[in-house]
């Protein structure tokens, strides 16, 4: 698609992630954690969910809060309510996008709106800079039809949640993390081409088929963490995949999280918790 990159970077790791569960007992994949915050910085959390056993996800999220971050949520599959105590509320179903920008601080809960069938999607956790930590919390819902899609000559689907590619630019922008979010489709044989600047981390996360990477297969369920030698990654379909594309400029800034809080520091970790339990969070 853009071929004005001149090295694909390779793989550097495959991460298999950890199945877990949150919320009132949801199953999912915990991807991207701990460790690799730093590695994938400005990244913090990937959660992959997918069943079509309502066991596994009816309990949803009831209300929890967040502050210092933003949660991005891509429902590939089912429907999931949003509601915050800062008023907002919205509904999220098959191939929607739901941006919330926690800021300083807010409640919600997540709740699945649907009793049979396949739940499946991801939320991202995206930080923010110490400077807008503490800025006031933002939302929005956006459906399908809303994200900008473009079907390659190879027939490629590439949908841009976020950042730009080629000509197209996605739903979100971010001055400081200039996220890119890109969900790419490649029929079995198929190849794709981006461009990714040097300073940004970046990987992929499979959920269907397989991708090659230089000499490196990446299956269904599997991240690859992409080196950071080369100006752009080429993927090869070795059948038919699917996979997002995640890649972000670093803030290179202290990263200390409990739970849903993510700051800069233990003081406002702990300044998180008295307001929370004081009923500061708006
Ligand atoms: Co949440």
Redesign the pocket.
Known sequence: MNNQTTQSRSIEQLVEGVLTSD?AGVKLTRVLSGKLQQRLDPFLMLDAFGSDVPDEYIAG?PD???RGFE?V?YMLSGRMRHRDNAGHEGLLQNGDVQW?T?GRGLI???MPEQEHGVMEGF?LWLNLPAKSKMNAPWYQDFASSAIPEQLTASGVTVRVIAGSCDSMTGIITREDTEPLYLDIHLPAGATFTTALPETHNAFIYVYRGAVKVGETIVDSRRMGILSNTGDGVTLSATEDARLILLAGKPLNEPVVQYG?FVMNTQEEIHQALDDYRNGRFI
Request: proline share 14%; net charge negative.
């Open positions: 919320g999220f929890h809060p967040h949660t949520t919330m926690a919600h809960s997540e939320q849903p």
